[in-house]
């Protein structure tokens, strides 16, 4: 009895945590566009730490832009094909969108040591300031 009653359990629990197709694709671009907006809120606060270096900010600027069509081209690699939802199912934009949060985290992770600084003693700083 005790064994039955823990299945109904478990059923009831799957039931209730069950989301449709299009809530789990709405909750993973949800959670890419807020990791974009930190992305975002990174990149300007660079620009405001740097805002006497031109030369350093046409460089952000140009490697911004690069690094969106390479982010892009990455994720056209992992899902090549025209038909996204008929060759990667329904789940294509939940798959899409956390690729996309994986790679912003990342960019985030790469552009916030111009805002923290490096080290002293780091020989390679370029144009990252001493913390």
Avoid: H
Avoid at 45 to 74: S, V
């Amino acid at each position: 009895m005790r064994i039955i009653l823990t299945l109904i359990c478990l059923v009831l629990i799957q039931t209730i945590n069950a989301q449709t197709q299009s809530e789990m694709n709405e909750e993973a671009y949800n959670q890419y566009t807020m990791v974009d907006k930190k992305l975002n809120e990174v990149y300007q606060n660079i620009r405001k730490e740097y805002k006497n270096d031109t030369l350093f900010l046409n460089n952000l600027k140009k490697a911004q832009r690069i690094w969106i069509t390479y982010r892009d081209a990455e994720l056209e690699m992992k899902y090549p094909k025209t038909d996204k939802i008929f060759n990667y199912g329904s789940v294509y934009p939940v798959c899409k969108f956390l690729f996309l949060k994986n790679m912003t985290e990342e960019r985030i992770k790469t552009l916030e040591v111009w805002l923290n600084g490096i080290e002293e003693g780091e020989v390679c700083l370029g144009s990252v300031k001493m913390k």
